[in-house]
């Protein structure tokens, strides 16, 4: 019971934190909205109004509706200010610190998990995105959930946790695009896990519902695209059009490791060196270092090559909770701590082969 009280008290201790962090720098004074966080506001008072997200034009408006719905009661319960407008935002900001405990403890144990989720409260974009009244923030928030049971379902071939995972993709697609990166690299994931002739992700029906409702949310994703543009200038599909822009340019790289990666991605250094350390020692390696990578490795792709004509902060954010994760993972491996859940034996492969 205490074993179970003290991380859980810290935890929440963390959070507390973060929270205070958050709210010491955030701005009060009102009329100070950036244009998207005022477009997003006027879209949650059109939710007061009428039930949708419809802006004073009369437009409907259909990017980041969970970040929508989710200002509208903010507005309603403590009035139309930008400090109301921002507060799902430093919620979200808070939440994501058990987020990315539950996705590293998954595979690290609990007390680097802890430092993973540590990093999380002081991390500076993921403290400046948090006092933004603008998806991001809930984007990482259910990204992050999705990458968790995506651990427990894919990596521990659990098949309730991959409906689970499935359901958060679609939720975290109502958030935000880049939701796409999750299906991308479990995808990819899988992929290796089949060339080794390991197929013990396959559950079943369960297995394929949760592909069609990620399916499903791919085609609500196309949906809301074009209703997004229909009848402008730009045309229905100029959405995608406007960020689907891939080139092999290194031209992004240098702007992301500079705003966003500079202080994460040496986390991931301690993966690559736990590795090592397993390998040369004999010992096998903790679960989860294969799914973590290609997230990652997605992660550091579609803003660097895939989005090359609009070069932005927020693209890169998901990369931060994926390199604690894996930060705390290398950690584990190093130090020989191992998750105290581990994955349950496939009948398909051997638990040390799973990646």
Request: glycine share 10%.
């Amino acid at each position: 019971m205490l074993a179970r009280l003290v991380p859980a008290v810290a935890v929440v201790l963390l959070a507390a934190l973060a929270l205070a962090v958050r709210l010491n720098g955030l701005d009060w004074r009102d009329g100070d909205l950036s244009t998207d966080e005022a477009r997003l506001t006027l879209a949650a008072k059109g939710v007061l109004a009428t039930g949708l997200p419809i802006l004073p034009s009369d437009r409907l408006y259909t990017r980041g509706l969970v970040t929508i719905y989710a200002t509208a009661p903010s507005l309603a319960l403590f009035g139309v200010h930008d400090w109301s407008a921002r507060l799902p935002s430093i919620v979200a900001g808070v939440l994501l610190v058990p987020a990315v405990f539950l996705l590293a403890r998954a595979g690290g144990g609990t007390i680097p998990a802890l430092a993973a989720a540590a990093f999380v409260v002081v991390c500076g974009p993921l403290v400046a995105w948090s006092r933004q009244a603008w998806p991001p923030m809930t984007f990482l928030l259910l990204f992050t959930f999705t990458a968790y049971a995506g651990y427990r379902g894919f990596v521990q071939d659990r098949p309730r946790w991959q409906l689970a995972a499935a359901g958060g993709f679609l939720l975290t697609m109502l958030a935000y695009e880049m939701a796409m990166i999750w299906p991308a690299g479990l995808g990819l994931y899988l992929v290796g896990r089949a060339l080794r002739r390991d197929v013990g992700w396959w559950q079943g029906r369960t297995t394929l519902l949760a592909a069609i409702v990620a399916l499903l949310a791919v085609g609500l994703l196309a949906v809301l695209g074009l209703a997004l543009r229909v009848g402008t200038l730009a045309g229905a599909d100029s959405e995608f059009r406007h960020y689907f822009t891939p080139a092999l340019r290194l031209s992004g790289l240098g702007y992301y490791w500079r705003q966003v990666w500079d202080t994460a991605l040496p986390l991931a250094l301690l993966a690559v060196a736990g590795a090592l350390w397993c390998r040369g020692g004999g010992q096998p390696l903790p679960p989860g270092l294969g799914y973590l990578l290609a997230l990652l490795t997605v992660a550091l792709l579609v803003p660097t090559f895939v989005i090359q004509d609009k070069q932005e902060q927020q693209y890169g954010l998901a990369v931060l909770p994926l390199a604690a994760a894996l930060g705390a993972w290398g950690v584990a491996a190093l130090t020989g701590i191992r998750a105290k859940n581990p994955s349950p034996p496939s009948p398909h492969s051997p638990q040390r082969g799973r990646g």
